[in-house]
């Protein structure tokens, strides 16, 4: 049951961050002042206005966005980015809480270190939806636009004390106290209530894709929240508020992890939200 309601209440699945980079990318580390580092995956530069940022969600390191060809399929359009947060792979870790306000600002230093005077598009998965949210609300002058790939959510996701410390305790016992996906599990309530009171987001171009499928996991997670998959699409709808170019797009074909099962509908959706880029 345990292990059920970890995939159920943000889809958390933990993979090995000891995959082979591919060729394209290069291994490279940002330094942060607290003093630990955290490892990157950076492709070469091509592109002058943009680049690309995948941020992963809760229980994963950016080698869950290898295990298809979406980082090099972007590459044809955009420089691309990958990092594991404090805690998982290589990357080191600090004492602080590991909310959503402290992995922003930690986002914050991996995105100064690649920007180079250009804008940020934004991708991110489940919990890292939250994370880039935050980011783009902050720093609105350095967002170009927004993918978000069935993204947490506060009107949905509404982890119970019990559950979170289920999610906690389970990922405690299977990778240790320092793990990052452990520590965040630590602050979910409070960072779903944090982000509520953050705003809307910045009038930039926002794609959202949101997984329909009645397939095990996201039954377990309408179960476990008392929440409907409708009530999952309404609260992405809820992240149009204040934009002028939203685009929501639902699928029926594949569950929480779109970019594992329909990759191709993650490239089509970058592309749409390129395209709107000026």
């Known amino acids: 049951m345990i292990k059920k309601i970890i995939f159920l209440i943000i889809a958390i699945s933990s993979v090995s961050c000891h995959q082979v980079v591919e060729p394209v990318f290069q291994i490279d580390s940002v330094d942060i002042p607290s003093g630990h580092s955290l490892v990157t995956c950076i492709s070469q530069k091509r592109s002058p206005e943009y ?3 995948l941020e992963s969600g809760l229980g994963d390191d950016h080698s869950v966005w290898q295990q298809g060809t979406l980082p090099e399929q972007l590459l044809n359009s955009c420089d691309v980015i990958m990092y594991d947060r404090g805690g998982y792979g290589k990357s080191g870790i600090d004492n602080n809480p590991r909310n959503i306000d402290r992995l922003r600002q930690e986002l914050e230093i991996v995105v100064n270190k690649y920007s180079e ?7 991110g ?3 890292g939806g939250l994370i880039i949210r935050d980011y783009a609300i902050r720093n609105p002058g350095l967002t170009a ?3 978000f790939i069935d993204p947490s959510h506060e009107s949905y996701n509404q982890p119970s004390p019990s559950v979170e410390n289920s999610i906690y305790e389970s990922f405690f016992h299977a990778f240790g106290a320092n793990f990052g996906g452990t520590r965040e599990a630590k602050e979910l309530i409070e960072g779903l209530e944090y982000i509520s009171n953050q705003g809307n987001l910045p009038d930039v171009p926002v794609v959202v894709l949101t997984s329909m499928k009645q397939d095990a996991g996201n039954n377990e997670s309408d179960l476990v929240n008392n929440k409907s998959r409708q009530d999952w699409y309404n609260a992405h709808e809820e992240l149009k508020m204040g934009l002028s170019d939203f685009t929501h797009i639902q699928t ?8 594992k099962e ?3 509908l993650v490239l089509s959706g970058f592309n749409l939200l390129f395209s709107k880029l000026p």
């Open 145 to 147: 636009g927004i993918l």
């Open 125 to 127: 998965h489940s919990l």
């Open 117 to 123: 005077g250009r804008k940020v598009i934004l991708i």
């Open 252 to 259: 029926l074909n594949s569950g929480h992890y779109i970019m």
């Open 262 to 264: 329909e990759a191709n």
């Open 51 to 53: 680049f690309v940022l």
